[in-house]
């Protein structure tokens, strides 16, 4: 499986953009990034997933670096209840693993 | 419901004790995994079962925990003889497909298991 590299806790203000990192430097071609959240006290939760183009939902926007070694997750506007434990997960086209890190906990202050 | 349901939310039980964790997973997915996730931890990987395929129990910590799949559908969690350190929220997900990193998970609540 490829490594991830995450920050351990990020920081942000209510109602700013937020831009989570996530390095996956050995990620294999078929490997689709997955990102999740965790809020407290509740399962994960699915929040995108892309393969080489940048992809957007309602929740939040996934850019891809060119090289695929590295994304980005951005929240266009950070509200408190996207306070949580975000987690970059490059998922195999192979198989069916998904394989938790430890993830970045953001706060988001009011 | 249209999302993975978990039962019992919180189960207190006495060590060497035997318990069951229920999971109903979305219908129409064939997918199902469970995780374990242990106070101030990450996910711990269990078990994933895709349809009738062999499960893979891989990720099970030891001989006193089992899982099955009825039908396809529902999945129970036993864990016999409980200890302290099985303490934990147990997570189970489901997803439409397997073999494909362009599906998604969904997650139930959890049960959280206390051992004392």
């Known amino acids: 499986d490829a490594k991830t590299t995450q920050p351990n806790s990020m920081e942000s203000n209510e109602e700013e953009p937020v831009h989570l990192p996530c390095n996956h430097s050995?990620?294999?071609?078929?490997?689709?990034i997955h990102w999740y959240r965790q809020l407290p006290s509740q399962g994960p939760e699915y929040v995108i997933h892309g393969l080489t183009s940048n992809v957007n939902n309602r929740m939040a926007s996934l850019a891809i670096a060119e090289d695929r070694k590295s994304s980005t997750l951005i929240l266009h506007r950070a509200t408190l209840r996207d306070a949580a434990v975000y987690y970059c997960i490059p998922r195999p086209g192979s198989n069916y693993k998904l394989t938790f890190g430890k993830g970045t906990l953001l706060t988001v202050n009011p | 419901g249209a999302g993975v349901s978990q039962s019992p939310s919180n189960k207190v039980t006495e060590k060497g004790k035997d318990v069951e964790l229920r999971c109903d997973p979305i219908s129409g997915h064939t997918a199902l995994y469970w995780y374990r996730q242990s106070l101030g931890q990450g996910l711990e990987f269990l078990i994933y079962?895709?349809?009738?395929?062999?499960?893979?129990k891989s990720g099970l910590p030891s001989d006193r925990f089992s899982a099955e799949r009825t039908g396809g559908s529902v999945s129970t969690l036993t864990i016999q003889r409980t200890q302290q350190e099985d303490s934990a929220v147990y997570l189970c997900?489901?997803?439409?497909?397997?073999?494909?990193?362009?599906?998604?998970?969904?997650f139930g609540q959890g049960t959280r298991l206390t051992v004392v």
């Open positions: 079962f895709q349809g009738n395929s062999a499960p893979d």
């Open positions: 050995t990620i294999s071609g078929t490997d689709y």
């Open positions: 997900a489901s997803s439409l497909a397997f073999l494909s990193g362009d599906t998604e998970a969904f």
